[in-house]
């Protein structure tokens, strides 16, 4: 590992945070790889980098999320960034909360992201600042009501962008990164996620590498602390009665 800069990306063996985990490691960065269910693809992609650890825990147990956040915080002499990229993203009705379903989402997309942010703000070491990048959604300004408590877990942790960043030492950066729709979820075929991702106003598919270079920019880069990054194509300057995986099969009310 010797002195190179590092990053934790949790959910990082997969999908964008995989991007982003790649893209850390180009850039000559020691990434750590946290999973949760993922840990034959972590090791995978661990393997394949110049330079990468896995780390494992499940984040619905805040305990155990923290104590990730400590122990590494201990051994890490140069932590410059934390990209908090897991997410849990189950379908459920606008008209009647699922409770199990608000309490995982809340959990694991807003609760556990923050109190590791505060803990990494507080314990970990950097002699060029810290910086946190908590992915959200561009449905925070393009919302529509699918995916209820995931959207409703996703302006929670937005909201604690603004505030974490105004009561931070001047040296760390707080920020929030916003995809639009950039791989299949849920139960698309490729088909219609080929459709779907193209419903935004330059009508091409956000890739998840634009994904990562807009996490290495916020990462490296000048941008004050506090501000949303949108990286979506321009979705969210639209208005979409439903998510787009149910607009794109004529689904919308």
Not at 35 to 56: F, G
Not at 219 to 236: I, K, M, R
Request: with cysteine.
């Amino acid at each position: 590992m010797g002195e190179a800069p590092t990053v934790l990306v949790t959910g990082g063996a997969r999908r964008i945070g995989a991007a982003i985990s790649r893209r850390f490691a180009e850039a000559g960065w020691h990434v750590v790889i946290h999973c949760n269910r993922s840990r034959a693809e972590a090791e995978a992609l661990a393997e394949a980098l110049p330079s990468a650890e896995v780390i494992r825990c499940d984040l619905a147990e805040l305990d155990a999320a923290r104590a990730m956040i400590s122990e590494l915080a201990e051994r890490l002499n140069d932590w410059r960034a934390l990209v908090n990229s897991a997410s849990v993203f189950a379908p459920d009705d606008v008209r009647a909360l699922d409770p199990g379903i608000l309490a995982g989402a809340m959990q694991v997309n807003a609760r556990a992201p923050i109190a590791m942010a505060q803990d990494y703000l507080r314990l970990a070491r950097s002699s060029v600042g810290r910086r946190v990048i908590q992915l959200t959604d561009q449905k925070l300004a393009n919302p529509n009501p699918d995916f209820f408590s995931y959207t409703l877990s996703k302006h929670a942790l937005a909201g604690s962008v603004p505030m974490m960043a105004m009561a931070g030492n001047p040296a760390d950066r707080v920020y929030a990164l916003a995809p639009g729709a950039i791989l299949a979820s849920h139960d698309q075929d490729p088909v219609e996620a080929e459709r779907s991702h193209r419903m935004n106003l330059l009508r091409r598919r956000t890739g998840a590498e634009e994904v990562a270079d807009a996490a290495w920019f916020l990462a490296t880069g000048p941008l004050e602390s506090g501000q949303t990054l949108y990286v979506d194509s321009g979705q969210h300057l639209l208005s979409q009665p439903r998510d787009v995986i149910f607009l794109a099969r004529g689904e919308a009310e």
